[in-house]
C-alpha cells in the first residue's frame, strides 16, 4: 500500500492498494494509469475505470471524473516510474534473464529454470505460467503486463528468489512491458518470419526481438544463435558483453557430433578446447540449441559444470513440447506447441529421423492474423509427413475452410483431408494410425483454450487424447 504523492509528484494522498492499466483488471482501492497504446488510449475508459473501483487517474489529457485525476506529459513513461516505486524496483536483488525468439523460447527457459533451480532459488515466467517454490500460476501472456510483471518480480525478491527466467515475447518488446528492466542475461534462440499481424515487416519483428538486447545491465551477457538469419542484426544491438553459440566454427561454445535417438539427443559442447558431453532427453537438433543456450548461462554464472550435465541428462518433458505420450498404444504420439514453418520443419524432421513407418500430422493455422505464414506451414507439413490432417486451430472470426485453403495453396501434394473440428481430427489420426506409425499434433500443446469468435472455449489437446483412450 503506498499513498498516489508517494508514487509520483502531486498533491493527492489517496491510499492506493494496486496499479492496473488495463480496466478489466481493475479491483477497488487500484490506481488507474491510462497509458496510450497503437491502437487505443485508455483514458477512453476512465469511467469504467472508476465503475470497476479506481480511487485515482493518471493520464495525459485533463479527465472530469470524482476521483483525483493527476496528469502527466509522457504517461507511458510515468506508468514505469509508478510500477518502480509501488513495487520497490530499487530494492530487487534477482538476476534477470531475459528469453527471447520465434521457436524454443519455453523449451530454453524451462531447461534453465530448472537447472539453475538446483544450485539457488529460482522462478519461471512464460507459456506454461508462473512457477516458484512448487508454486504454479496461470497467465494470459507469454509475457505478462507491465504491473502484473512487477507484482511476480516483488514477490520472488520477498521470498528471496536469486533468478528470473523469463520469456520475453516480441509483443512485450512492442509495447514496451519490460522497458524499465535491466537484465542480467539475455537469450536469443532464433528469429522466422511469426507475428506480422503486429509488426506489418519481417524488419520490424526483428528490431523487436533484438530490443531485449539493448536492456542487459553493465555487467550484463548477450547469449547468440550464430546460426541464426538474423544475428548480425541482433549483434549490432548488444553493447555489454557478448558469447555466441551454434554448429559454426566461429562460435564461441560449438555445438558437435550431434546424435539424435528416439529418447535422447547426445552432443558435444566445444568452449576453449574443453568438451562438454551431454546427454539430453530432448529429442532433436534444434534442442540441442536451447540446451546449450541454458548451459553457457550456467558456465557464465561459474556453477559446477560437471553438476550441470549431469542434471541435464535428468530433465523432464516439458509440457507440450515434443511431448511423448503413452497411452499403451502401439504407435507414438507426440504432441507439439509448433505454429509456424519453422516450428513444423524442426519437429518434423525430427520425427523422420527416428524409425516409424507413416508420420500422420494435425495442425491447423490461427485466424484473424498472420496469413502470410500458411502456406509456408502447409507446405512443410505436407513434404515432411506422410498423411495430414487440417483443422482448427484458434479460428476467432475466420472460417476454418478457409484456413485450410491458404494452409495448401503453395503445394501440389494431395496427401491430407480436412476435419474441421479438432477434436474429430485428432480421433480421425488416431483411427487411421498402425503400428510402428507417429501421430503429431501440432499447434496447441497444452494450451486450455480454443478461440472461436470472441469467446475461450474449454479445449485441450492432451485432454483430447486422455479421454479418448480412457473412455
Not at 264 to 289: K, L, M, Q, W
Request: glycine share 6%.
Amino acid at each position: 500500500m503506498k499513498r498516489l504523492n508517494e508514487l509520483l509528484e502531486c498533491s493527492y494522498d489517496t491510499p492506493i492498494s494496486g496499479v492496473k492499466s488495463d480496466t478489466r483488471d481493475i479491483v477497488p482501492g487500484d490506481l488507474f494509469v491510462a497509458i496510450k497504446g497503437y491502437n487505443v488510449d485508455h483514458a477512453d475508459f476512465t469511467s469504467d475505470a472508476i465503475d470497476r473501483g479506481a480511487v485515482a487517474v493518471v493520464t495525459e489529457r485533463d479527465v472530469t471524473c470524482r476521483v483525483p485525476v493527476v496528469v502527466v506529459s509522457d504517461v507511458n513513461k510515468s506508468f514505469y516510474e509508478i510500477c518502480s516505486k509501488f513495487y520497490h524496483q530499487n530494492e530487487w536483488k534477482m538476476k534477470l534473464v531475459g528469453i527471447t525468439g520465434t521457436d524454443g523460447k519455453t523449451t530454453t527457459a524451462t531447461i534453465l529454470w530448472k537447472l539453475l533451480e538446483a544450485f539457488s532459488k529460482c522462478a519461471y515466467i512464460g507459456t506454461n505460467g508462473v512457477c516458484f517454490s512448487e508454486r504454479i500460476e496461470s497467465t494470459s501472456n507469454t509475457t505478462p503486463l507491465t504491473e502484473f510483471l512487477y507484482q511476480y518480480l516483488l514477490q520472488f525478491h520477498q521470498e528471496e528468489c536469486q533468478y528470473v527466467s523469463l520469456e520475453v515475447s516480441s509483443e512485450a518488446l512492442l509495447h514496451g512491458r519490460v522497458d524499465d528492466l535491466l537484465f542480467r542475461y539475455a537469450i536469443l534462440t532464433n528469429i522466422t518470419e511469426d507475428h506480422l499481424n503486429y509488426h506489418k515487416t519481417l524488419e520490424n519483428y526483428v528490431q523487436s526481438k533484438a530490443k531485449l538486447f539493448t536492456l542487459l545491465d553493465k555487467d550484463g551477457w548477450a547469449i547468440l544463435n550464430i546460426d541464426d538469419a538474423h544475428f548480425t542484426e541482433v549483434k549490432e544491438k548488444v553493447q555489454a558483453h557478448l558469447v555466441t553459440y551454434g554448429v559454426s566454427n566461429d562460435a564461441d561454445f560449438q555445438i558437435k557430433n550431434i546424435h539424435c535417438c528416439d529418447d535422447r539427443t547426445c552432443f558435444d559442447i566445444v568452449h576453449n578446447n574443453e568438451v562438454f558431453s551431454i546427454v539430453s532427453p530432448y529429442v532433436g537438433v534444434y534442442n540441442a540449441y536451447n540446451v546449450t543456450a541454458a548451459f553457457i548461462l550456467c558456465y557464465l554464472e561459474k556453477l559446477d559444470l560437471e553438476k550441470v550435465v549431469s542434471l541435464i541428462s535428468t530433465l523432464e518433458p516439458i509440457s507440450g513440447r515434443c511431448e511423448f505420450l503413452d497411452f499403451g498404444q502401439d504407435y507414438k504420439i507426440v504432441l507439439d506447441y509448433a505454429h509456424t514453418a519453422n516450428g513444423i520443419d524442426n519437429i518434423l524432421s525430427t520425427l523422420q529421423a527416428m524409425e516409424h513407418k507413416k508420420i500422420i500430422t494435425v495442425v491447423g493455422s490461427a485466424g484473424g492474423r498472420e496469413k502470410e505464414k500458411r502456406a509456408s506451414m502447409g507446405k512443410v507439413a505436407l513434404e515432411k509427413s506422410d498423411f495430414v490432417i487440417f483443422t482448427m486451430d484458434d479460428p476467432r472470426w475466420e472460417k476454418v475452410d478457409d484456413i485450410i485453403d491458404d494452409l495448401v495453396s503453395d503445394s501440389d501434394k494431395d496427401n491430407y483431408i480436412r476435419v474441421e473440428n479438432r477434436e474429430n481430427a485428432i480421433h480421425q489420426a488416431f483411427s487411421i494410425a498402425k503400428e510402428g506409425d507417429i501421430v503429431a499434433i501440432l499447434g496447441k500443446g497444452r494450451d486450455s483454450y480454443m478461440a472461436v469468435g470472441d469467446k475461450k472455449l474449454d479445449y485441450c489437446d492432451y485432454q483430447v487424447i486422455y479421454e479418448y483412450f480412457n473412455k
